[in-house]
């Protein structure tokens, strides 16, 4: 299978997700949009498609003009029927690109923060192997409507919309279940100043730390999702 990954920042690449690829001898090709010359594949020449996070918002189309094209992009991924996984800003995307609208959400959420996983999706194959509340890593201050025609996978006490389906074939996850140390940390350097600004579920640096002994567990059930996700 070739996974072509679409990657906002420099210091925000799939973590895990490639790990995961390059045991199962998948290849992944990649488009980045922090270059100066961006060019898309042809999308025959995809089977599945992976959106990354970033931190510039949907609609900023007028600082970030090729966000238009990614988005087209993404739905006719979605129409011609590939695989389509967006995490965080690339939820956001998947989402915008159906129609729906994205906005800032009540709160931000930046840290290691438990979801609830809904019955719905506990009662799915894909997500049935997964603790109800998972500890997981996030860092968003956006959020987004349901597209009309997906399940609700999972909320936080303050962002309802943490993770999607569609029909089996797009997956949308607000948080970052793909992290490992050295992205976290590459986070951290780049856009740790968000950490001095107030808001109730925004932790310190050292708090996120200790959150790492999270990362292990969120590596097996990433893992596991992949393989159901791309079986079917």
Excluded at 128 to 139: A, E, R
Excluded at 158 to 183: P, R, S, T
């Amino acid at each position: 299978m070739h996974i072509h990954c679409l990657q906002h920042v420099a210091f925000e690449n799939p973590g895990t997700i490639a790990e995961w690829a390059l045991a199962n001898r998948h290849s992944i090709g990649y488009t980045y949009f922090f270059e100066k010359d961006v060019a898309l594949p042809g999308i025959e020449n995809t089977d599945a498609l992976l959106i990354m996070g970033g931190y510039m918002n949907a609609d900023q189309e007028d600082q970030f003009p090729w966000l238009g094209q990614e988005k087209a992009f993404i739905k006719t991924a979605i129409e011609e029927g590939k695989k389509v996984i967006g995490i965080c800003l690339g939820a956001q995307l998947v989402a915008a690109a159906l129609g729906s609208k994205v906005y800032a959400n009540e709160e931000k959420e930046i840290g290691f923060f438990p979801v609830e996983f809904t019955a719905a999706a506990l009662s799915h194959p894909f997500f049935d192997h997964f603790h109800n509340p998972s500890t997981v890593f996030h860092w968003h201050g956006d959020t987004f409507d349901l597209p009309g025609n997906a399940m609700l996978v999972a909320s936080t006490a303050v962002c309802k919309q943490q993770a999607f389906l569609i029909d089996n074939q797009v997956l949308g996850l607000q948080f970052h279940f793909e992290m490992n140390k050295a992205v976290i940390e590459d986070m951290l350097l780049h856009d740790g100043y968000e950490l001095e600004e107030k808001g109730n579920y925004i932790q310190s640096k050292k708090t996120i730390e200790k959150g790492y002994a999270c990362l292990a567990q969120n590596k097996k059930d990433m893992y596991l999702l992949l393989d159901k996700f791309f079986a079917v």
